[in-house]
């Protein structure tokens, strides 16, 4: 809980399993994902506004292909890892929040929310209705 405010906080991950989510992959992999993650760095303010732009116009996939179509292609074993079985982790973890009482609010980067393995579209595949606001 946030003191004085009546916030309570909760992640549907720990640093640990993060960790192991990138650790338990081949080291190939992990070499070639973090070669691509250093190519991305140059592209990063160029990447970071288009995706403002894309989300302001409510357009998720060009999201998805800036922050995940080279993961995809380039390392699929991270893509796997590292987004889809983590997005399939905290879809249930979702349910039961918002089988709950209040308000929640959810927030995950973007890399999660796209895509047909992303949270939105696995959370529609249960029934729920996810609208942009």
């Known amino acids: ?3 004085g405010t009546g916030v309570e906080l909760g ?3 720990n640093a640990e399993q993060q960790v192991r989510a990138l650790a338990g992959l081949p080291d190939e992999v992990q070499v070639r994902g973090f070669a691509e993650g250093l190519r991305e760095m140059e592209r990063t303010p160029a990447m970071l506004d288009e995706m403002v732009r894309a989300w ?3 357009d998720v996939d060009p999201i998805d292909r800036i922050v995940n179509a080279d993961m995809r292609e380039q390392t699929p074993e991270m893509y ?3 987004i889809v079985q983590r997005n399939r982790d905290w879809v249930p973890q979702i349910l039961t929040l918002l089988d709950g009482e209040g308000t929640v609010f959810i927030a995950v980067g973007a890399a999660h929310l796209s895509g047909e ?7 529609r595949e249960t ?4 609208d942009r606001q």
């Open 1 to 3: 809980a946030v003191a």
């Open 56 to 58: 302001a116009a409510g």
């Open 11 to 13: 992640y549907f991950e």
């Open 117 to 123: 393995n992303g949270v939105v579209e696995l959370l």
């Open 127 to 130: 029934g729920i209705v996810v």
């Open 80 to 82: 796997e890892a590292l």
